[in-house]
């Protein structure tokens, strides 16, 4: 099975409205990252946290790595903030970087 | 500060000929280098790592091959194309002695017909 999923797989949202984006692990991991992929495709790194919670402006994530799960919330979302959100988890020998399917977030104005 | 190119950035090809895509990173010696392939809308896969020239390690067996000829280099090709490798593929690096974030690359489309 899936080795990362999260939820919700979509979401819409009215602007300034907060989002809470799950992420959730099968197996055991070294750290992992939030990534914002753009509709062209390309990936922006949001935040590399292997544990505890972590701030970027609107964005904060919050990892528990014992319990083998990750959070990204976004507060007060803007129109530019639609896209697709991805996390990944890299593996104990920090080789493998293994992505969930992503959750395609749409804010509307 | 350290960058990251791959080219081309988009390639129409037929089924059954060769492919080359390429990238390279300025700015940082011995990077750890990533190949990763995203279907349309797929989940994305790691393909390839290399921790040094001239080693590769496959991750996912997609009839692809990779090589790493330069520390800055990491080339990602196959001989015959199939039509299940189009898609998105994109490189990423990670800095070797810290092993924490991967930076990627603005990405190759492929389209095969």
């Known amino acids: 099975g899936q080795q990362v999923q999260q939820s919700p797989a979509s979401l819409v949202l009215q602007e300034g409205e907060n989002a809470e984006l799950q992420c959730n692990f099968s197996t055991s991991l070294n750290s992992m990252q939030w990534f914002y992929q753009r509709p062209g495709g390309s990936l922006v790194s949001l935040f590399y946290?292997?544990?505890g919670t972590k701030h970027s402006g609107r964005l904060t994530s919050t990892t528990v790595i014992k319990e083998r799960r990750s959070s990204l919330h976004i507060s007060s979302s803007q129109t530019t903030d639609s896209g697709t959100y991805l996390c990944a988890f890299h593996n104990n020998a920090g080789a493998k970087l293994t992505f969930g399917g992503g959750t395609r977030l749409t804010v509307r104005p | 500060a350290q960058t990251i190119h791959q080219w081309p950035v988009a390639e129409i090809k037929a089924v059954g000929s060769p492919l080359s895509l390429g990238c390279t990173i300025k700015g940082k010696s011995s990077p750890n280098l990533y190949w990763y392939w995203q279907a349309t809308g797929g989940t994305l896969q790691q393909l390839f790592y290399?921790?040094?020239?001239?080693?590769v390690e496959s991750v996912v067996q997609l009839n692809l091959s990779a090589s790493r000829p330069k520390d800055d280099q990491f080339i990602l090709s196959t001989e015959k194309l199939l039509l299940s490798h189009s898609g998105f593929y994109l490189c990423?690096?990670?800095?070797?002695?810290?092993?924490?974030?991967?930076?990627f690359g603005p990405g190759t489309r492929l389209l095969v017909l």
């Open positions: 946290n292997p544990s």
């Open positions: 990423a690096w990670r800095n070797r002695d810290t092993q924490d974030t991967q930076y």
């Open positions: 290399s921790i040094t020239v001239g080693q």
